[in-house]
């Protein structure tokens, strides 16, 4: 239902990151990507339920404003370099928030994780060709402001092969949810189950 009503979000971000490396320039070992943020939002547009006007014992989605929103977390993102043929990679973030006034009864943010977490792996088995296994994992949030249906995290796992061809080509095969997971970012939308993809990349 349309909100004439409807008000801008006006947010101030602050944050707090570093970034550092171990090992020689060469052959870097160790590098690690960290940062701490924290957000205030004044007006923060949420979807909520509302009685609708021509039929009121059902109900129907409308944008509205909250008064004011903090967001505050970290994020973790450490990168490995073994050798040559092996590398790996992680990207996890803790997010929490406060509804910190608000005057229409909104008790959770919708589709928002407390937990995600990105990790992968590349392996070179010859010069020219790569294996890349990554996993991802969102997880639990609710579908509604109210906190009643709160939807499952879910787990997925993906394949990527790349050959190399030439120094300017690429050729690359991938397999997305390889375990065909049932998983919903969305409340009653379904994602794909698994998927296969050919990719070919020209640089100059």
Do not use: C
């Not at 990151?17 to 939002?41: C, D, H, K, M, Q």
């Not at 006034?101 to 008790?107: D, I, M």
């Amino acid at each position: 239902m349309p909100n004439p009503r409807l008000g801008p979000e006006i947010a101030n971000h602050f944050e707090l990151g570093y970034r550092g490396s171990i090992g020689s320039p060469e052959n870097i070992a160790f590098t690690l990507n960290t940062a701490l943020y924290y957000s205030v939002i004044n007006g923060k547009i949420v979807t909520v339920e509302w009685p609708r006007p021509d039929y009121p014992s059902s109900t129907t989605n409308v944008a509205r404003n909250l008064d004011s929103t903090a967001f505050w977390g970290f994020e973790l993102a450490p990168e490995f370099t073994w050798n040559s043929y092996l590398n790996t990679g992680l990207a996890f973030s803790w997010n929490q928030y406060t509804i910190t006034h608000s005057q229409l009864g909104v008790n959770v943010l919708t589709y928002y994780p407390e937990f995600t977490l990105n990790g992968y792996v590349v392996i070179k088995s010859v010069k020219m060709l790569s294996i890349i296994p990554r996993v991802e994992y969102t997880g639990s949030r609710y579908a509604d402001s109210e906190g009643k249906y709160p939807l499952d995290g879910y787990f997925l796992a993906h394949l990527k092969v790349g050959a190399d061809l030439g120094s300017h080509f690429t050729v690359s095969i991938g397999v997305e949810n390889i375990l065909d997971t049932y998983y919903e970012i969305r409340q009653h939308s379904p994602m794909a189950g698994r998927s296969f993809n050919v990719s070919f990349t020209a640089r100059y």
